[in-house]
């Protein structure tokens, strides 16, 4: 069984090859600069869509555009300050909170759930003018579910007239609770592709112009809370938002931006080498989200790859941030274009989508730099 994902080669012009050289020095550079926390989970708002979600709607298969500084600002800088937290739209939570976020999460910090996952989503607390979804005063909120998870309770904020979210930072005190659900099973959701959705009404009379809309949700496996940011424009009325007829692919990897092809054979650099630790962040019956961190050492590299194997009952059916190839129950990630290269002491993550029989233990992982 192999699973790839592949980037595309232009044709080699003088000038195309120093541009897409240049974009991925540059892209490769801010990687580097970002110290990459464990990902992901499995589920957030999709309507109104969340800051992350939005982003990763907008620019998945064309992040690297330069046109996205002066279209989509606030976009750019979340993908500039570490592209992981648009790849996992679905992972933005927090463990062991007790169901008492103001004593865990400050003022400012809530659209990043407190700077959870090592700071992943931090740029997502940025101040400014986020694109906006029009809404009316009485509208539902579609969360999303990759996992089936289900929910204890799910509580939607809006928030009070009067805030100006393109000039404050979001705190407790600026919400106000317009919407609830209480305890309801994976079973009570409605099936979609690659998952299960449910709706929250909330209804915010008074609202005009630009609000946040902040969702809370519990899940019911353990206690595990997501903290999701939605930046609409009430345009009053009272007829609910219609949520979207498509749910979100179960396939996240980007599209790769072309590059210039790589030679066959990259040297072995003298004193340049590369380490990866491997963990399971996600599972669930049958299933699991698996992540690798790459680290240079000794010297910059401009590429690496990690290699290990499978344990029985364990496959691999998807991934992002690698060219990803399975021969037997050997497994081999290369560097995209975009996160081969790294300065000394750099950090770079890629992820993958399995299944597994039995238990699902971490395997030891070699990795190979190149120059």
Not at 126 to 145: C, E, M, R, S
Not at 224 to 230: G, I, K, R, W
Request: glycine share 12%; aromatic share 10%; net charge neutral.
């Amino acid at each position: 069984m192999s699973v790839a994902l592949r980037a595309r080669a232009v044709p080699r012009v003088a000038w195309l090859a120093a541009l897409g050289a240049a974009l991925v020095v540059l892209f490769a550079a801010v990687l580097a600069t970002v110290a990459p926390p464990s990902a992901s989970a499995h589920g957030s708002v999709v309507d109104p869509a969340t800051r992350n979600y939005g982003c990763w709607q907008r620019w998945g298969s064309d992040f690297q555009n330069p046109a996205m500084a002066t279209q989509d600002p606030m976009c750019w800088q979340a993908w500039q300050a570490d592209p992981q937290a648009m790849w996992n739209w679905n992972g933005l939570y927090r463990n062991g909170v007790g169901g008492n976020p103001q004593a865990v999460i400050p003022d400012g910090q809530l659209c990043s759930g407190g700077h959870t996952e090592g700071g992943r989503y931090n740029a997502l607390d940025a101040v400014g003018a986020w694109k906006t979804t029009p809404i009316a005063n009485n509208f539902q909120v579609k969360l999303y579910d990759q996992a089936s998870h289900g929910a204890d309770w799910i509580k939607v904020y809006v928030t009070k007239q009067g805030f100006n979210s393109t000039t404050q930072p979001l705190g407790w005190g600026n919400l106000e609770l317009v919407g609830q659900i209480g305890n309801k099973p994976a079973s009570q959701w409605t099936p979609e592709s690659g998952g299960v959705s449910t709706l929250i009404p909330g209804s915010a009379p008074g609202r005009t112009g630009r609000h946040i809309v902040f969702t809370i949700w519990q899940a019911s496996h353990q206690d595990q809370s997501y903290y999701l940011c939605s930046d609409v424009e009430f345009g009053g009325g009272g007829t609910p938002t219609t949520p979207p007829t498509t749910t979100p692919p179960t396939t996240r990897p980007p599209t790769t931006p072309p590059v210039t092809t790589p030679p066959t054979t990259p040297p072995i650099s003298p004193g340049a080498g590369c380490s990866a630790t491997y963990k399971v962040t996600g599972s669930w019956s049958g299933g699991f989200q698996g992540e690798v961190q790459v680290t240079a050492s000794g010297a910059a590299i401009k590429g690496w790859t990690v290699r290990w194997t499978l344990a029985s009952g364990q496959t691999i059916s998807q991934s992002w941030g690698a060219t990803l190839t399975t021969s037997g129950s050997s497994v081999s990630a290369t560097n995209v274009s975009y996160n081969g290269a790294l300065s000394p002491g750099g950090s770079t993550t890629f992820g993958f989508l399995g299944s597994s029989s039995g238990s699902n233990p971490v395997p030891a992982v070699t990795c190979t730099a190149t120059t």
